[in-house]
């Protein structure tokens, strides 16, 4: 089994900037590619972005040059560095992380992101 729990979420202004924090524990030697997916009221679940074991990253169109994701392996920690935000991006972020074969798929809790106009 994995826990995911995500942190940094909160309220802030058009322009401003946010870090999300995702901490892995439990079998995280299985794990392979991580990513961070949103979901705004009355919208399905979107991909922001996704990085894979070895660093390869996958942006969603309207986040790339805004948001970048990283992965501290050794921490068993996923990062979403969020700038430029936009009252568009609010939404509640949720981690993801899946097997190496895709046969198991984790997510965190979630973490609500606002940002104001």
């Known amino acids: 089994q994995v826990q995911l729990v995500e942190s940094g979420g909160g309220l802030v202004q058009a322009g401003g900037s946010l870090r999300l924090s995702c901490t892995a524990s439990?079998?995280?030697?299985?794990?392979?590619?991580m990513g961070w997916y949103r979901q705004a009221p009355g919208n399905q679940r979107e991909l922001v972005a996704a990085?894979?074991?070895?660093?390869?990253?996958n942006y969603a169109d309207s986040v790339k040059g805004r948001f970048t994701i990283a992965r501290d392996n050794a921490k068993s920690t996923l990062y979403l560095q969020m700038n430029s935000l936009k009252p568009e991006d609010t939404a509640v972020y949720y981690c993801?992380?899946?097997?190496?074969?895709?046969?198991?798929?984790?997510w965190g809790q979630g973490t609500q992101v606002t940002v104001s106009s």
């Open positions: 990085i894979t074991r070895g660093g390869s990253t």
């Open positions: 439990g079998s995280i030697f299985r794990l392979s590619t």
């Open positions: 993801n992380a899946e097997t190496a074969s895709g046969s198991y798929v984790y």
